[in-house]
């Protein structure tokens, strides 16, 4: 038996009623500080949150951290209740007590836990921030909380996360470009939606109009898990494309912000170019020249025109 009155082995199965007993800490909640003892109960879930359309809970790629989603079902999570629990157990001189779901506690409906180990939250980067749907299917920011083995821990394949820890430092690299052209593509977690289909369709034919070969960029961004994949890249010429499916002031809009910070990223900087199906108006034609952004836009007749940003300066 440890200092602290724990004499759980890791591996060990326990159901939460055998853990109100022997520690303390409430029944149901998915993170439960205990009066009886100096802990702070977590479990895991990955099954709960994968029916959601998520799942970040689990070990990264070297076993170094156990990435953990705070509390909260519905809207934007908060740091209070058992999310601060976690954040400030070095203060509350607790220790984090992991358990993750493993089948029923025989001859019961109720879920088994089996005992990964002691943590404690990363004290430079102790989470970030992360989208996820929620039970109305309605995205929101959730907390993962990155949490560092103290000892013993538990390591199966059965536990590691999908999404992986977040970078340290920003990685961008060229890739091929034949995963993005295609009838369709999803993101993660979600449908392929008819303006995907239109923007993929839209660089397809514009590739095969100028038969020239294209690439395109991979950035993923330090202090997140997810990458950013840019539309068309001609290395040859160091421009970046955005395509959108419409010409509509919201779509160019939105292409202006993709595209700005897409370059924050590519070295050397690259001309920004957007791609639409049709030529936008005027005053958004202006627009993009006063950020340095050229447009190209698909004719009735197949044809691609250009107007670049240099022609309307001054």
Same mark, same amino acid.
């Given at each position: 038996?440890?200092?602290? !009155? ?69 809207? #934007? ?18 220790? /984090? ?9 025989? !001859? ?38 990155? /949490? ?20 340290? @430092?920003? %990685?961008?690299?060229?890739?091929? /470009? ?57 290395? %040859?010429?160091?421009?970046?494309? %955005? ?12 292409? @202006? ?43 009735? #007749? ?13």
């Amino acid at each position: 038996m440890t200092g602290d !009155g724990w004499d759980t082995p890791v591996d060990s199965l326990m159901g939460r009623e055998e853990r109100m007993a022997k520690y303390g800490g409430a029944k149901y909640g998915g993170i439960e500080p205990s009066r009886k003892t100096p802990n702070v109960f977590i479990y895991s879930d990955p099954a709960r949150g994968k029916s959601f359309g998520y799942n970040f809970d689990g070990w990264n790629e070297d076993n170094t951290v156990f990435l953990y989603t705070g509390e909260g079902r519905v809207g #934007d999570q908060q740091m209070r209740d058992g999310n601060r629990a976690i954040l400030e157990h070095h203060t509350k001189g607790r220790a /984090l007590r992991l358990f993750v779901a493993d089948g029923l506690i025989p !001859g019961t409906d109720q879920k088994n836990h089996r005992y990964v180990g002691k943590f404690e939250v990363d004290r430079e980067r102790p989470y970030f921030l992360e989208e996820a749907p929620d039970q109305k299917e309605e995205l929101r920011t959730v907390f993962v909380f990155r /949490l560092h083995p103290l000892g013993e821990a538990l390591h199966r394949s059965a536990d590691r996360s999908c999404s992986g820890d977040i970078r340290l @430092v920003t %990685e961008t690299v060229l890739v091929p /470009l034949e995963a993005h052209i295609s009838q369709t593509f999803e993101n993660p977690g979600a449908k392929a939606t008819t303006a995907t289909r239109r923007e993929s369709e839209l660089c397809a034919r514009y590739v095969s109009h100028l038969g020239r070969y294209f690439q395109r960029w991979k950035i993923t961004p330090a202090g997140e898990t997810r990458p950013l994949f840019t539309d068309l890249y001609d290395q %040859e010429e160091n421009e970046l494309y %955005e395509a959108k499916g419409t010409a509509t002031r919201d779509a160019v809009r939105r292409s @202006v912000g993709q595209l700005l910070d897409y370059q924050r990223h590519i070295t050397p900087k690259p001309n920004l170019t957007l791609l639409l199906p049709h030529r936008p108006s005027d005053d958004l034609i202006n627009f993009l020249h006063s950020v340095g952004i050229s447009c190209v836009y698909e004719e009735p #007749d197949a044809e691609f025109s250009r107007i670049d940003a240099a022609a309307r300066e001054g």
